[in-house]
């Protein structure tokens, strides 16, 4: 799987499928999770409501709708605070699984944004060390092109940092 950064609105990328940063409700939410609700149009929160709820560290699908994606995997991921270990393993899972769930639908291409650095406070330059060693130890049936996306140019230096290995 090639695996390159962007920086850029997710919403706006032609991938098979985006991954939403989401809340185990599945609920529209503010940052990334609001900008691909308000993108994808109501249908998305409808079918939310009907695949929903979502374990932490586990993904969920439903159809792109209004986006450029033909799907939007909804990835919940830890909120920062006591338990770091538990934490990291938590945010490697939810990466892991979208990539799973993107397999099962045959999702050639995928886009992550930086799962649980907004609101739920994972440290950004873990979370992106987390994110590229989980998808570069996976070895995926369908997924061949993976972009991980940036709204930022200081996290878009950590995600480099990262797929250079620094």
């Keep these: 799987m090639d695996i390159e950064t962007w920086l850029g609105d997710i919403t706006e990328l032609d991938v098979d499928a985006i991954v939403n940063a989401a809340n185990e409700q599945l609920a529209e939410g503010g940052g990334?999770?609001?900008?691909?609700?308000?993108?994808?149009?109501?249908e998305?929160?409808?079918?939310?409501?009907r695949v929903g709820p979502c374990r932490?560290?586990?993904?969920?699908a439903t159809g792109g709708y209004e986006l450029a994606a033909h799907w939007v995997i909804h990835?919940?991921?830890?909120?920062?605070?006591?338990?770091?270990?538990?934490?990291?393993?938590?945010?490697a899972s939810a990466y892991r699984?979208?990539?799973?769930?993107?397999?099962?639908?045959?999702?050639?291409?995928?886009?992550?944004?930086?799962?649980?650095?907004?609101?739920?406070?994972?440290?950004?330059q873990l979370a992106a060390q987390t994110a590229v060693a989980t998808l570069?130890?996976?070895?995926?049936?369908?997924?061949?092109?993976?972009?991980?996306?940036?709204?930022?140019?200081?996290?878009?230096?950590l995600l480099d940092e990262a797929l250079a290995g620094e």
């Design 32 to 42: 990334v999770c609001g900008a691909i609700h308000d993108a994808a149009g109501p």
């Design 44 to 49: 998305l929160a409808d079918e939310c409501d």
């Design 56 to 60: 932490t560290g586990d993904a969920k």
């Design 75 to 91: 990835a919940v991921g830890p909120r920062w605070g006591s338990g770091g270990d538990q934490k990291v393993a938590l945010l």
């Design 97 to 124: 699984r979208s990539v799973e769930v993107a397999d099962e639908l045959g999702a050639t291409s995928i886009a992550f944004p930086s799962i649980s650095t907004g609101i739920y406070g994972f440290p950004q």
């Design 136 to 157: 570069r130890a996976l070895e995926p049936v369908s997924v061949q092109r993976c972009v991980l996306v940036a709204f930022d140019e200081d996290t878009l230096e």
